[in-house]
């Protein structure tokens, strides 16, 4: 699944941080790298961006910069 | 000694620095950037400057203000770093600690919001978290002023001791680490030669940094080299090499914060925000809130306060003009000279000087909005209309303060982090028509639109906005088409702005533009006063109709024909529009002498003349702050021509297209 599929409180575990260029090495900088807890806590009004809460911190994103990001759910 | 303050965003580093320096700062700009440099002096010790670096996340350079604070350090040499951590967000923050580490020039970990963190049960043991890093760390809560002194004393401290961060190696053995040490190897006696730390050159070879690799001139056989063992390790750890370099120092950081952080429970201004957000982000409520607040900001500055003030201010100049204008009188002074004092540069300078109290509340707000945090989040509830013209989110304030005055609006565009966005935004702002306007509007509604009077006002904010529109559309794609800054940001904690920083801001935009108003504009009043009061002869003139500013008009009347003004003294209006706008319509008063205006006009063609005013160049005082916030005169040249070409355009066209009708 990728990040923007995820439901909003699920929580999951970052797979692979795919995207390249700028987009890719601001996500790993912030700390959106694999083996990193993740949960979804938020939606944008207008149905993007969204807000997930990462490593103890609010980050928000674009769904298409957020669809670059492969998850696992946690059952 | 210098000191170079480096953090995050959102992590307190303009408190701090206004807690190290006092109200003695300068701004600038860094060279060939429009990045702003702030610096001064320490508080307390001699030849101690404190230079202020933009608040970045990492150190790569991708971003102007990343390239700005890596050659800062790397070439500048301070001699010590002052580092702040927000405590409350150790993981992240630290993750810049690491890359300024490798550069190895002494520094100092200052931990902020300790206060927050130990309020919420929290602690961090500094000692260990020291010994870990290798790096002094001082425990501070900045909006406090709580340990202020005492990092202040370690940095000096580590400054004359010359004490470089003891630990530089932040992976366990294994694939990464083999491939670190072997490019530190290959690049050693390059980085010596370049004076920069081996560490800090072979992270840039396996980053594959141009400029740097550049710099380190590497040869062909090297690079191969590098290369090659960069492959072994991604096979090795199934990572690509950006991934597995943040990796590792975010591995680093967990053991870290694993042994020397123990987390509280939720902190109460988490708690807090996440309550905040429940309403201000909220799917029906958010844009209606953003809405009010806009207004209730409009209405505070440009109703209740700043148009106070600015009376006051009117009324203060006023009683100044008149006073010298009495004693030059009794002085007996030469009346062209009397003239070129109270008519030119009173009038002139006192004309723009009315804007600083709008300019100064306008500013007050505008920090408030962005220091709680609540600016964020109006990126994030906007971002997906904005994005739809090429901007993001945050374009929407400067935009809206646009309709209010364009100087403070594009002053505003600071607060944009991706450089193109701040360009886009400044060219957008001048087509929202600004509260100067309002005055030319109502003149010609109230003369030839008496029936119409809300459609023709509600008509031109529209025109204006469509024209911005199609207008960032345009240029979007022909000139900004680099890729736009990935739209990836933090949602900080709302918190209270402290006093200070709000104070010092204000300050520093009044004096920002007390400085234009006695550059710029002082110049462009005498040179307006000097073709209102001479002939093409010399000749002091008596009536209006002779001057080089009235000839220039005529001259330059036939341009208006296509758009139904072909009237010297509609192109006269329009220049003397270009001090102020409100003069536009003072001017047309005077040389219509008592004629009615229809006289001047049909509605059809004064229809046209007020696209033409809302669509033409802006004032002086907005083109000198483009100027400043471009960084470049010819852009400033550039955009008023550029404006006047799109307002001839869209004025013609409402003229031909009205001709149809009438």
Known sequence: MTLDQLPIGRKAVIKSVGGEGDLRLRLLDMGVIPRTAVTVTRIAPMGDPIEIRIRGYALTLRREDAKTVEVEAEA | MRFALVGNQNCGKTTLF???????????????????????????????????LPGIYSIRPYSSEEIVTRDFVLNGKPDCVINIVDATNIERNLYLTLQIMTMRIPMVLALNMMDEVRAAGGTVDTALLAEILGIPVVPIAAVKGEGVGELMETAVDVARRKQKPTVYDFCKPGPVHRCIHAVTHIVEDHAELAGMSSRFAAMNMIEGNRDIIERLGVNENELELTEHSIIEMERECGLDRNAALADMRYAFIEDACARAVKRGGESAEHRRSTLIDNIVTNRYLSIPIFVAVMLLIFWLTFDVIGAFLSDLMGQGIDALTAAVDGALTAYGLNPVVHSLITDGIFAGVGNVLDFLPVIVVLFFFLSMLEDTGYMARIAFVMDKLLRKIGLSGKSIVPMLIGFGCSVPAIMATRTLTSDRDRKMTILLTPFMSCSAKIPIYSFFVAALFQRHRALVMGGMYFTGILVGVLFALVVGKAVFTGKPIPFVMELPNYRMPSL????????????????????????????????????????????????????????????????????????????TGFMAKEAVVSTISVLLDGAAVSSMFTPLSALSFLVFTLLYTPCVAAVAAIRREMGSRTKAVEVVIMQCLIAWLCAALVYAVGGLFV
């Open chain 2, 500 to 575: 200070k920083t709000t104070l010092l801001l204000m300050w520093d935009k009044a004096r920002d533009f007390i400085h234009r108003a006695f550059t710029i504009i002082f110049v462009a009043s005498i040179v307006i006063w000097f073709l209102q009061t001479f002939d093409t002869r010399l000749n002091i003139v008596t009536d209006n109709a002779e001057s080089v500013l009235a000839s220039f008009g005529r001259a330059i009347a036939p341009v208006f024909g296509p758009l139904g003004f072909n009237d010297w003294r509609a192109s006269t209006a329009l220049i």
């Open chain 2, 18 to 52: 206004n807690q190290l320096t006092g109200a003695n700062q300068h701004v600038g700009n860094f060279p060939g950037v429009t990045v702003e440099q702030r610096f001064g002096d320490a508080r307390g010790y001699k030849d101690c400057v404190v230079v202020d």
